[in-house]
């Protein structure tokens, strides 16, 4: 972890808990080390994982353009200077005030996976450059976001000629292997399938020019011993590599929408234990923060987030422990089995690997606000 609880203590007197703290160093590491792993692409911080103001800040200052999922994203981006051609409106769904908007402010690049988007591009964002998404297998992912979006491939060619046909400019492909996705093999069959369709495009006469491979590149969460511990992102990376390297031709410009990887260990939840019970003989812990706050990923199979607390013990004190969050709700439990030192009220818990679809998605349920950002080196 980036932080000890001596610097925590410290940042906790002057923020108060929760506190989610982001390292800047790690942000633009991150950042450096998917470009180098994938020098062909031009990387598009997808905002939804976490849009906080110092993360566009960094990547804008590394050279990353942005994925926007609505024209508030949009505003955003527009706020700090980003040009509105250096972003893709990658939702594949978009409301007609949202699509005016960014039409009018000058983004160019659209998603769409569907003849009735297509006919609201082609009246709202005439002309604009639309990009195909494709249905992918996401197997592997922890989010499968194939479940919800994607042409299958046999429409493609229909759905590029009815684009043309309206008067939109079809530029390209995009797929999405799902969020964390483990395994190569999705990312590399996408890529496969995606280049195979770019060649019959061609020979019907639609000349693509982009190939957007989305995100879903995985962070490692948890002990080594659970099956998030294992992943291999630089494996990964390197075999995404290989199958841009040997199947995709020159002449197709290839981007990426990474979210999770460029944020998701580059920040730390402090979170502070406001109550404590014993029901049926195991304890409970409540903590200022939880499932309708930042813990909002247990949604995920397979899920398994750290709590490392500020008091430490020897192993054989530690106690089968229950931690849930703040509010009234009894589905607002973040670990049903936790062996833990026995906590006191005021303890302080830092939650590793927080950074992704974490505030971002937080609410405000029960009148518990999100945590506060902040930044360290
Ligand atoms: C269209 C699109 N692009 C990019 C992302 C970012 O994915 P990840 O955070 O897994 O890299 C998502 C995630 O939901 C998405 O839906």
């Known amino acids: 972890m980036f932080l000890t609880f001596r610097n925590a203590k410290k940042l906790v007197a002057q923020h108060d808990t929760p506190l989610m703290v982001i390292s800047k160093s790690r ?46 994203e949009i505003k955003w981006l527009l706020d700090i200077g980003v040009d509105s051609t250096k972003m893709i409106y990658a939702n594949p769904i978009k409301s007609v005030p949202d699509l005016v908007r960014a039409y009018n402010v000058g983004v160019e690049k659209f998603v769409f996976d569907n003849d009735t988007e297509l006919q609201k591009m082609a009246r709202y964002a005439k002309d604009a450059d639309v990009v195909l998404r494709l249905f992918v297998d996401n197997n592997a992912a922890y989010y499968k976001l194939s479940a919800k979006y994607g042409a299958q491939p046999k429409h493609a060619i229909r759905l590029l ?92 410009e290839v981007i990426a929408e990474p979210g999770r990887f460029i944020i998701g260990d580059a920040a730390i939840l402090i979170s502070r234990v406001i109550g404590k019970s014993k029901r049926n003989r195991v ?65 302080l818990i830092m939650s590793p690997n927080m950074g992704a679809y974490s505030t971002a998605i937080s609410s405000q349920f029960n009148g518990f606000p999100p945590a506060k950002t902040i930044y360290v080196d």
């Open 27 to 72: 942000v633009r590491a991150n950042y450096q080390a998917l470009k180098k792993a994938l020098p062909r692409v031009q990387i598009h911080y997808a905002l939804k994982a976490n849009p906080h103001k110092g993360i566009l800040n960094i990547l804008r200052q590394e050279g990353s353009e942005f994925d926007v999922a609505s024209y508030q």
């Open 283 to 347: 304890i409970w812990y409540y903590l200022d923060d939880g499932y309708y706050h930042s813990y909002t990923d247990l949604h995920a199979s397979n899920w398994k987030y750290e709590f490392v607390p500020q008091r430490k013990q020897r192993k054989r004190h530690k106690i089968r422990s229950v931690l849930a969050g703040p509010t009234c709700d009894s589905y607002d439990v973040i670990a049903k089995s936790i062996w833990l030192p026995e906590l006191e009220i005021g303890d």
């Open 161 to 252: 000629k009815k684009a043309q046909k309206l008067g939109l400019n079809p530029v390209g492909l995009a797929f999405h292997v799902g969020s964390q996705n483990t395994r190569s093999e999705d990312y590399i069959n996408a890529i496969k399938t995606s280049v195979k369709i770019y060649k019959e495009a061609k020979k019907k006469g639609v000349e693509l020019e982009l190939l957007d491979i989305g995100g879903g590149f995985p962070v490692r969460y948890g002990h080594k011993k659970t099956d998030n511990g294992h992943v291999d992102a630089k494996q990964i990376l390197s075999d995404v590599n290989a199958a841009l390297e040997e199947n995709v031709p020159e002449s197709l």
